[in-house]
């Protein structure tokens, strides 16, 4: 709980003063106003965030965060959940679709067991970081305990730490769990006091009950739990899951640290809710990668206050719509580096 406290008090606000010149910057550079659109934007909240006018995010890395879910007893997903086991190992050697984009940018993939079912193989090149062999089934109870919730937090911030400790600029969310879309959906119909129907979708494959069976378990979860939407923490101890934790852990440890944090789809966008919820101040540090096409997305997105950059139908999770923004970030900085102005070039507007 201490980290969490500690690392709370270190987050501030965005550096006004360097955003101003930042922006007079760009707003100088050879081009109608405007015209770069999102990447000014960007630029501008780089140097917010850094300090610097000039700041460099060639050190990428992708933190994918592991952990299965009691309420896949439900019957929520068609899928084994097996798979987060075998997926997550194949993480480490660089097989799934976040390692083949981000490797394509020069992004470190760091796979991390928060909570997996099972015990990984200790030479799995797999961080072990369990909480607990799974989260509850919230169907019946709490999904973890306050402490739990809090360590799996707190193991977010420590990684972070450790990467921007080793060097890393910016740092992006994913996640691994069969069954991860539940919990999430429950956490935005709490945070967003929103129907659970009305944002229950597929995931990576709906249950013989289809999406109405899934939408009534998250309505009975909500209902037995009574999560206080005013605190973050209770929400995802709750209804939550031990990889969203992790995944708002590293937020809010790399807004302490002023590094920022892109944030992939649906459940990554979730845990930045959580991670808002906790400390509003982290939102300044948070660049929003791809909209995710789980129904959630928009209004998870919407209720986060930012908007994505990407529209590619993609919903895989892991962190792929994240490492996909590397390179618009990269442009962003260079934009602001190497763009001439119209002084540069003897022109005056």
């Known amino acids: 709980m201490e980290l969490l406290k500690d690392t709370i008090r270190c987050i501030e606000g965005l550096n006004e003063e360097i955003m101003t010149v930042a922006k007079t910057r760009v707003d100088s550079l050879i081009k109608p106003p405007k015209s770069l659109g999102k990447l000014e934007d960007i630029a501008i909240q780089l140097a917010g965030i850094t300090g610097k006018l000039y700041p460099v995010m060639d050190n990428k890395v992708v933190i994918v965060m592991a952990g299965d879910h009691g309420v896949y007893e439900e019957g929520v997903t068609s899928n084994p959940q097996e798979v987060t086991f075998a997926q997550t190992l194949l993480f480490a050697k660089g097989l799934t679709g976040v390692c083949t984009i981000g490797h394509a940018f020069g992004a470190k993939i760091v796979p991390v067991d928060i909570g997996i079912k099972v015990d990984l ?20 109870g709490p999904a973890m305990s306050r402490e739990e919730a809090i360590k799996a937090i707190e193991i977010g911030i420590e990684l972070a730490n450790r990467e921007i400790n080793q060097g890393a600029h910016i740092l992006a969310t994913g996640e691994m769990g069969i069954g991860n879309t539940t919990p999430s959906t429950a956490i935005l119909s709490v945070l967003g006091n929103i129907d659970a129907l009305e944002v229950t979708g597929r995931g990576a494959g709906l249950g013989t009950g289809g999406k109405e069976h899934k939408a009534n378990v998250i309505k009975k979860a909500i209902k037995i739990n009574q999560p206080n939407a005013k605190d973050g923490i209770d929400v995802l101890a709750k209804v939550g899951g031990l990889e969203i934790g992790g995944m708002a852990g590293v937020m809010l440890g790399a807004a302490a640290a002023r590094v920022p944090v892109i944030v992939d789809g649906y459940i990554s966008t979730v845990a930045a ?10 939102k300044h540090y948070l660049i929003s990668s791809h909209a995710s096409a789980e129904p959630g997305g928009k209004r998870a997105s919407e209720l986060l206050g930012i908007e994505p950059m990407l ?28 763009m001439a102005t119209f002084a540069d070039v003897g022109m005056e507007i």
């Not at 200790?122 to 369990?130: E, F």
């Not at 809710?273 to 982290?282: D, R, S």
């Open 121 to 140: 193989p200790s030479d799995a090149g797999v961080l072990i970081k369990k909480v607990k062999y799974g989260t509850d089934n919230m169907a019946k």
């Open 273 to 282: 809710l959580i991670a808002v919820t906790i400390e509003p101040k982290v």
């Open 311 to 338: 529209y590619m139908n993609m919903c895989l999770g892991e962190g792929s719509g994240a490492a996909l923004a590397f390179p618009i970030v990269e442009a962003a900085c260079s934009m602001m580096k190497n």
